[in-house]
């Protein structure tokens, strides 16, 4: 199993440009998250998906949209880059939606906004 | 808001010494799961150890336990014979029941030497 893939590993944006950060797993896990890291700051819930067809959102989601259309993949878009925005994004998944489940992580993406 | 407190930004030990991490957290919820992630140099995080806020029991890993005391809504981690490998930032995060929303803290720099 590869576990939780994320691509790219590393991005530069300029202001205002979209992309797509892209995360898949292969276990077939019912829960899937996105996080960023920030100097100081811990790991920061974005957005949040429960099963196919359910997002929800984290603590953190504005300027960041989240799709669930298959179990395996959970990618996140930012719309307008913004300098706000440079971080490490991390993607997680467990086998199911409830509290008690570790979570498995990808190895991150380094984003940093110009 | 439930928030998670790791007071000690960094911290250093002596290799084959014990050592002791913190970890306060705030809810009014009374049925949550409780964790410690491992990030080392490396980036990616690890599941170290959890613990189910229902059981009185501490949760213990080989050489990894944890001091759960939920009147005190505290959660430390002790590591017993350090190893270099354990050189890593460590995480303590939590979940309440039925959320869905993994709350961390802002980690906790641990430096094992030589």
């Known amino acids: 199993n590869a576990g939780v893939t994320q691509t790219p590993k590393f991005q530069v944006l300029k202001t205002g440009q979209s992309m797509t950060l892209q995360c898949a797993q292969d276990?077939?896990?019912?829960?899937m998250s996105w996080y960023r890291q920030d100097p100081g700051m811990g790991l920061r819930l974005i957005h949040y998906?429960?099963?196919?067809?359910?997002?929800d959102q984290g603590e953190v989601p504005n300027g960041y949209n989240v799709s669930r259309s298959t179990t395996e993949d959970f990618p996140l878009r930012l719309l307008s880059a913004a300098p706000s925005q440079t971080s490490v994004y991390f993607c997680?998944?467990?086998?199911?939606?409830?509290?008690?489940?570790?979570?498995?992580f990808g190895d991150g993406t380094r984003l940093s906004i110009l | 808001a439930q928030t998670v407190t790791q007071s000690q930004p960094e911290m250093s030990v002596q290799e084959a010494e014990t050592v002791t991490l913190s970890c306060t957290y705030d809810?009014?919820?009374?049925?949550?799961?409780l964790f410690w992630y491992k990030q080392p140099p490396s980036r990616q995080m690890i599941l170290v150890i959890r613990?189910?806020?229902?059981?009185?029991q501490n949760a213990t890993e080989n050489r990894f336990s944890v001091n759960f005391q939920k009147a005190a809504k505290s959660f430390s981690l002790k590591i017993s014979d350090s190893q270099l490998g354990d050189t890593a930032m460590y995480f303590c995060?939590?979940?309440?029941?039925?959320?869905?929303?993994?709350?961390f803290g802002t980690g906790t720099r641990l430096k094992v030497l030589a």
């Open positions: 276990m077939n896990h019912e829960y």
């Open positions: 613990q189910e806020a229902y059981k009185q």
């Open positions: 998906s429960v099963g196919a067809g359910i997002t």
């Open positions: 809810t009014s919820e009374s049925n949550y799961y």
């Open positions: 995060a939590f979940c309440v029941t039925g959320t869905y929303k993994y709350i």
């Open positions: 997680a998944s467990s086998l199911r939606a409830d509290s008690n489940q570790p979570q498995h």
